[in-house]
């Protein structure tokens, strides 16, 4: 049973517009939650992280937003550049119960179409 | 930036052959991980190492093997490939806690015909 679901295998955006990436789970011990972003015939990339005793964390273009009592996260791009074309990755740990590892949804894969 | 190296980029072998995916980083890190990814899935955890001589298998059943005998190597081996071994493969390294960044190598593409 998949533990990270990202329920949207692909979005299309345009240039300049605001994509947002959604992201949920379902074990109530994760507390630390990433995004990574994946080119093809790379390895993913980190992003931005958020963990669980935030709402919210910012990073230049791109902002976390963590609602824990939904089990939903979501990554916001504003403003879109065709350069953020990729796949985007959700992972999530437990790491306050002493796990080093992630665990990962399927990915969507954001176009921003110039 | 990290340092994290994946060699071969490409690999295309016959089934049957042994093969050793290598996976080296230079920034001293002790805990190093193997992920096998398919086209529009998620990574899957294969193997992971938290320091020398220390390797366990991970959430996805794999019949791959690991060996951490120096801190920067972390190489994965397969000693019989097959045409379901076909994926990517890729290798990561954190410098301590998991709430550091983890950073992931180029990966390994690996086709058995």
């Known amino acids: 049973d998949q533990q990270v679901k990202q329920n949207s295998p692909s979005l299309s955006v345009q240039e300049g517009r605001i994509s947002i990436l959604n992201c949920d789970y379902t074990?109530?011990?994760?507390?630390?939650f990433l995004w990574y972003k994946k080119y093809p015939a790379e390895g993913p990339t980190f992003l931005i992280s958020?963990?669980?005793?935030?709402d919210k964390n910012e990073d230049g273009r791109f902002t976390v937003f963590l609602n824990k009592s939904a089990k939903h996260l979501s990554l916001h791009i504003v403003p879109s550049q065709p350069g953020d074309s990729a796949v985007y990755f959700c992972?999530?740990?437990?790491?306050?119960?002493?796990?080093?590892?992630?665990?990962f949804g399927k990915g969507t894969k954001l176009s921003v179409i110039p | 930036e990290a340092d994290i190296y994946q060699t071969p980029r490409y690999l295309v072998i016959g089934t049957g052959k042994k093969i050793t995916l290598e996976c080296s980083q230079t920034?001293?890190?002790?805990?190093m991980y193997w992920y096998q990814q398919d086209p529009g899935m998620e990574l899957h955890l294969i193997h992971y190492?938290?320091?020398?001589?220390?390797?366990e298998k991970g959430d996805l059943s794999s019949e791959s093997t690991v060996s951490r005998i120096r801190t920067e190597h972390f190489p994965l081996t397969l000693e019989s490939a097959r045409p379901s071994h076909t994926s990517q493969y890729l290798c990561?390294?954190?410098?301590?806690?998991?709430?550091?960044?983890?950073?992931f190598g180029p990966g390994t593409r690996l086709t058995v015909l």
């Open positions: 920034m001293g890190h002790d805990k």
């Open positions: 958020i963990s669980s005793i935030k």
């Open positions: 990561a390294s954190i410098p301590g806690q998991l709430t550091d960044t983890q950073y």
């Open positions: 992972a999530a740990s437990a790491s306050g119960a002493g796990s080093y590892q992630l665990t």
């Open positions: 190492s938290y320091g020398v001589n220390s390797t």
């Open positions: 074990n109530s011990m994760f507390d630390y």
